[in-house]
């Protein structure tokens, strides 16, 4: 099956640095890629939609300059948490879109922000 | 706009019953359908999904889903129980256009009980 992988697994940060996640599709092409943040027990958080060759879509209340998405090349997406404070801390996962239908996702990215 | 519930935060289940993890879902038009799966620390895991055909989806790990029109239902079930089941449960939506978001239901952690 189409595997997904971020980079780093866990990323522990001071206050006002910027944190860069990286999320490749290892054996397909991926045009679409997702980000999405997890707090503690509760769901996936759609925060936007990564397009090669364009700009990402966020979604409602997620602040574009805040968390900066490039999406370079057709395996490759990153996410920049810019100045990042202990709020920010969370699990970002990301998943790339394989074929019309499915997504595969990422094994995710727990960042902390001290 | 799209929208997925899962009414029990938690389903305990004794290991070998058979067990069901509900789910409904409300979007215009006919609906994509999706069960992920989470164990700690992990990103999701693809169980199986409905897209049109037989209403009876047959996915990995012996579980199986419902689709159910009339009541906008897509459980998850599975005959008989075993303990690696244990883990967060995501049902999920999205629509056939070209905004293809996935959606996530909040979770329902499954335990089964040795």
């Known amino acids: 099956g189409a595997v997904v992988s971020q980079h780093p697994s866990r990323v522990i940060c001071k206050s006002g640095t910027s944190v860069k996640i990286e999320c490749r599709s290892l054996d397909f092409q991926a045009t679409t890629m997702f980000w999405y943040r997890q707090f503690p027990k509760q769901s996936l958080m759609l925060m936007a939609t990564?397009?090669?060759?364009?700009?990402?879509?966020?979604e409602q209340g997620v602040e574009k300059d805040k968390f900066l998405i490039n999406h370079a090349s057709l395996t490759l997406s990153t996410l920049t948490v810019t100045s990042a404070h202990p709020e920010d801390s969370s699990f970002y996962i990301c998943?790339?879109?394989?074929?019309?239908?499915?997504?595969?996702f990422g094994p995710g990215t727990r960042l902390t922000v001290t | 706009a799209q929208s997925v519930a899962q009414p029990e935060d938690q389903v305990n289940v004794a290991e070998g019953n058979p067990l069901t993890v509900k789910c409904t879902y409300s979007v215009s038009g006919n609906p994509y359908l999706f069960w992920y799966v989470q164990y700690p620390n992990r990103g999701l895991q693809f169980l199986l999904k409905?897209?049109?055909?037989?209403?009876l989806v047959k996915g990995s790990y012996g579980f199986e889903a419902e689709f159910n029109k009339s009541q906008t239902s897509f459980h998850l079930k599975k005959p008989s129980a075993l303990v690696s089941d244990s883990a967060l449960y995501f049902c999920a939506v999205s629509r056939p256009t070209r905004d293809d978001k996935i959606i996530f239901g909040k979770g329902t952690r499954l335990h089964i009980l040795p």
């Open positions: 998943s790339a879109r394989a074929g019309l239908y499915e997504q595969y």
């Open positions: 409905y897209i049109t055909g037989d209403n």
């Open positions: 990564s397009n090669e060759g364009s700009k990402a879509t966020y």
